[in-house]
């Protein structure tokens, strides 16, 4: 049975988790562990987002049905699990304000559920399974109910098991209703890293890797990093040989995955790497004229990659990191960790230009076309000149000033250090996975100051579920932030939405082997 919160009991979990309770009202969302009803529960967090509602807000409905597919990645043709018959699907659109309704018919053989990432939430419909709800089972269903809290780019996938590592993932856009549209064109673009369907499975990855390492307990669930030496590389399965970006190469059928910017920069040598969910043979082609301006929302949705992208040609005005604005900053190229998500706005010249978002440390890439002329467009293996030039890390711009946290000091310091190994391949935050993991006390309207601190040679985008933290020194709004190796990230948040909160690394495979129990507090 599960714990009720109290004002004193929050959970960091996921080999991390972090929870915030303060009120009796929160205390009763613990009951989460328990079937839900179809409608919003009537707790704390639901009055807090009556609030939020705009006097013309909308309901905004939409089904999803997770099931066995087979979807056509421009050529090769995968049976996975999906929302839909292609990966370009579904978007779901609201403006701020508005009542968000999803239900989830389960047509999988085994659980799921969907994680709203990035978006601050009512608790219990966080998407947590076996900590903000029981999962839903197969042949089941669930509804998700929440008010579209700020304005920015989101995404939503599972957290159940390495089901994010197939085609169950889709992008929420909650539009702010003040924003005039200074552009012509918006285009939605999602980074993804593809195994399912090509003779591996994910789970076929994960049991390698602990093969590998000689670790053959039952995959769970944990998030920390390598423990290698401090500035070695690692090798992973099933490489494809060397490239390029630093560091990178062959060694006996194992790729080598560094990175000037990462350090170690991923356990797993994918086949594909896409952009919308097409290979780069078969690219998707974004249309525009010379002299329009494009935004372009960028996703990392992949499992284990990190993203360097750039359009050829082109500089990218970054406006938006995590769904909120920064100082508007100029650069090559930019880098985004798995979860993140950037937009950036691009005033287009004449051609046929090549979108490509390289597989940093690995071999590999993904490619889109921006078409604004007729022409031949470039082949399918283009490296833009920009990518090896400026290239951004988006923790360091400092946020707009419409959303900059006060300076305060914080009540309270939680320091969380990143740990684990390649063999046994297992994953801990403070040194425990998230089953033996003691919950992080907080109480409610604190601020709170997280220290990230990465003691192995892997880099992990650390994710806090409920909140939108600014990192210390530059200021950036984020909920995902990249910690690379032998470094600290520090963060602050206010704890202001009442519930239990998962941190954790977002590498399905550093959290999938580190969770080796439920939590239950």
Same mark, same amino acid.
Request: net charge negative; charged share 20%; hydrophobic share 35%.
């Given at each position: 049975?599960?714990?009720?919160?109290?004002?004193?009991?929050?959970?960091?979990?996921?080999?991390?988790?972090?929870?915030?309770?303060?009120?009796?009202?929160?205390?009763?969302?613990?009951?989460?562990?328990?079937? #839900? /009803?179809?409608?919003? #529960?009537?707790?704390?967090?639901?009055?807090?987002?009556?609030?939020?509602?705009?006097?013309?807000?909308?309901? *905004?409905?939409?089904?999803?049905?997770?099931?066995?597919?087979?979807?056509?990645?421009?050529?090769?043709?995968?049976?996975?699990?999906?929302?839909?018959d292609d990966l370009a699907r579904p978007l779901i659109r609201a403006r701020a304000g508005d009542l968000i309704r999803v239900d989830v018919v389960n047509d999988l053989p085994e659980d799921t559920s969907i994680h709203w990432h990035g978006v601050a939430l009512?608790?219990?419909?966080?998407? =947590?399974?076996?900590?903000?709800?029981?999962?839903?089972?197969?042949?089941?269903?669930?509804?998700?109910?929440?008010?579209?809290?700020?304005? !920015?780019?989101?995404?939503?996938?599972?957290?159940?098991?390495? #089901?994010?590592?197939?085609?169950?993932? !889709?992008?929420?856009?909650?539009?702010?209703?003040?924003?005039?549209?200074?552009?012509?064109?918006?285009?939605?673009?999602?980074?993804?890293?593809?195994?399912?369907?090509?003779?591996?499975?994910?789970?076929?990855?994960? /049991?390698?890797?602990?093969?590998?390492?000689?670790?053959?307990?039952?995959?769970?669930?944990?998030?920390?990093?390598?423990?290698?030496?401090?500035?070695?590389?690692?090798? /992973?399965?099933?490489?494809?040989?060397?490239?390029?970006?630093?560091?990178?190469?062959?060694?006996? !059928?194992?790729?080598?995955?560094?990175?000037?910017?990462? &350090?170690?920069?991923?356990?797993?040598?994918?086949?594909?790497?896409?952009?919308?969910?097409?290979?780069?043979?078969?690219?998707?082609?974004?249309?525009?004229?010379?002299?329009?301006?494009?935004?372009?929302?960028?996703?990392?949705?992949?499992?284990?990659?990190?993203?360097?992208?750039?359009? &050829?040609?082109?500089?990218?005005?970054?406006?938006?990191?995590?769904?909120?604005?920064?100082?508007?900053?100029?650069?090559?190229?930019?880098?985004?960790?798995?979860?993140?998500?950037?937009?950036?706005?691009?005033?287009?010249?004449?051609? =046929?230009?090549?979108l490509v978002a390289a597989a940093e440390g690995k071999t590999g890439q993904g490619l889109a076309l921006v078409r604004t002329c007729a022409g031949d467009p470039p082949p399918a293996t283009a490296w833009p000149a920009e990518l090896d030039r400026d290239v951004?890390?988006?923790?360091?711009?400092?946020?707009?000033?419409?959303?900059?946290?006060?300076?305060?000091?914080?009540?309270?310091?939680?320091?969380?250090?990143? &740990?684990?190994?390649?063999?046994?391949?297992?994953?801990?935050?403070?040194?425990?996975?998230?089953?033996?993991a003691d919950p992080l006390l907080v109480e409610q309207g604190e601020r709170v100051r997280l220290e990230f601190v990465n003691s192995t040679t892997m880099f992990h985008p650390m994710h806090l579920h409920g909140h939108t933290f600014a990192v210390t020194g530059? !200021?950036?709004?984020?909920?995902?932030?990249?910690?690379?190796?032998?470094?600290?990230?520090?963060?602050?948040?206010?704890?202001?939405?009442?519930?239990?909160?998962?941190?954790?690394?977002?590498? *399905?495979?550093?959290?999938?082997?580190?969770?080796?129990?439920?939590?239950?507090?």
């Open positions: 049975m599960t714990p009720a919160i109290t004002r004193r009991r929050l959970l960091v979990g996921l080999a991390g988790t972090v929870g915030l309770a303060g009120t009796a009202a929160a205390a009763r969302a613990s009951g989460a562990l328990e079937p #839900q /009803a179809a409608g919003p #529960q009537a707790d704390l967090s639901v009055h807090v987002e009556v609030a939020r509602h705009r006097r013309d807000s909308a309901t *905004v409905t939409a089904t999803l049905n997770p099931r066995p597919v087979t979807i056509d990645l421009g050529g090769p043709k995968v049976p996975t699990w999906g929302y839909a009512r608790n219990d419909m966080d998407g =947590v399974p076996g900590l903000t709800q029981a999962p839903i089972p197969s042949g089941g269903r669930h509804r998700y109910e929440f008010t579209a809290p700020d304005p !920015g780019t989101y995404f939503y996938h599972p957290h159940t098991g390495l #089901q994010l590592d197939r085609a169950l993932y !889709g992008v929420l856009v909650i539009d702010d209703p003040q924003d005039a549209g200074d552009y012509d064109h918006e285009w939605i673009v999602v980074l993804d890293d593809w195994v399912d369907g090509t003779g591996r499975t994910p789970e076929d990855v994960l /049991a390698a890797l602990t093969a590998m390492a000689g670790h053959g307990d039952t995959p769970g669930m944990d998030h920390g990093s390598t423990g290698d030496t401090p500035g070695t590389g690692h090798g /992973a399965m099933d490489g494809t040989g060397p490239g390029d970006m630093g560091g990178h190469g062959d060694m006996g !059928g194992m790729e080598m995955m560094t990175s000037p910017l990462l &350090g170690g920069a991923g356990d797993v040598a994918y086949p594909h790497y896409l952009i919308n969910g097409r290979v780069p043979a078969a690219p998707v082609t974004f249309r525009a004229r010379p002299g329009q301006r494009a935004r372009i929302r960028l996703v990392n949705a992949g499992s284990d990659t990190a993203f360097r992208v750039a359009l &050829g040609g082109h500089r990218l005005t970054v406006t938006h990191t995590d769904g909120f604005p920064v100082v508007p900053t100029t650069a090559d190229a930019v880098l985004l960790g798995m979860g993140e998500r950037v937009d950036v706005m691009v005033e287009l010249n004449d051609g =046929v230009f090549p951004l890390l988006t923790h360091t711009l400092p946020a707009a000033d419409s959303v900059a946290l006060t300076r305060k000091r914080p009540d309270r310091v939680h320091r969380l250090v990143l &740990g684990g190994s390649m063999m046994p391949y297992r994953w801990t935050i403070n040194g425990v996975t998230f089953g033996h530059s !200021g950036t709004r984020k909920d995902t932030v990249i910690v690379i190796p032998n470094r600290t990230v520090t963060v602050d948040f206010d704890a202001t939405n009442p519930g239990r909160w998962m941190t954790h690394c977002h590498n *399905v495979y550093h959290g999938q082997t580190g969770r080796d129990c439920t939590n239950n507090g």
